[in-house]
């Protein structure tokens, strides 16, 4: 990955000699594919956009690069024609295997299984010496759909810095997930904790500026009246360490997103799971799984800790 800037420089400056001053010394760090084909150059939100296309690994990479600070931004790459499984096949602990693949260098630091119109994937968000990295994993096929490797080690920003500011903010917090975007030119942190507000425990979802480290968009939802953010099963942050983050759910004692669905399509024989979440009711975290199977709609709540079945429901589809 590291030795393909050259190769697409080399070519950017064959084909569009009015960019070399331009491109040759931001076009660095993270890509090797000679066949690649510059597709087109824009500024966005005050940063200059490069795009390419990548035949040998079909996919469409999009850099960005700020002039300003001389420091390239970010790195995006999308698999072209892959939306998700159709169901989930890989474990979390395989789907983040395949990102070691490509990263051998990495650690992970969060995961988290996704649903996009009953397509799934994997969430994984990994760090390197050189970047923060974000990347969408099939869970089916464990082909990796989208790639964002954010150069964030400049200045001194990390995901350490951030868990650190969540911290300071709600002391005593434990944070869900955290990974970084691109937001209007700035980079900021998409990031979920549970919090203890007078005795109250609160999920709390917010984004974060990266640069000043200033908080918005914080939303609090009500996990439940007499849970507390310290009888959550989910373990702390610890400062310290570059990626410190939550601990893998096999760690925090939860059976996983992955065993959730899986469990609940055994019990209703089959079926497409459309929604999960995990919740806390009446003191237990719980997994919330809605499926649809054979022109019925199911709502099952699983102990998220033993995968026990706490609540069945079914009624006719509309």
Known sequence: MKKMLCLVTLLCLMAFPALAQQVSDTLAP???DSSAQMLSQEMEDGLQKTTFWLPKSNEILEHYYDSTLNQVILD???LQGDEGGSSIVLTETEAQAKVLEV???ASIAYTKCEIDDRRYHYEIVFTTAEFAGVTEVN???GMLMKRELYY???GGLSLQSAQEAILAQWPGSSISFLSLDLDD???VYDGEAVVNENGTAMRVTFELDAETMAFFDIEKRLMDPNATAQRTAEPSATPGSE?????STQESGLIGTARAMEIAQQEIGGGQVTSIKLDREHGRQVYEVEAL????EYELELDAQTGEILQWEQELMD
């Open 139 to 141: 869970a089916a096929t």
């Open 185 to 187: 030119g700035r980079l």
């Open 243 to 247: 990626t410190s983050a939550i601990a």
């Open 293 to 296: 199977y054979n022109g019925y």
């Open 152 to 154: 964030v080690t400049q």
């Open 103 to 105: 990263y051998p260098d």
């Open 76 to 78: 995006k790459f999308e």
């Open 30 to 32: 993270a890509y090797s």
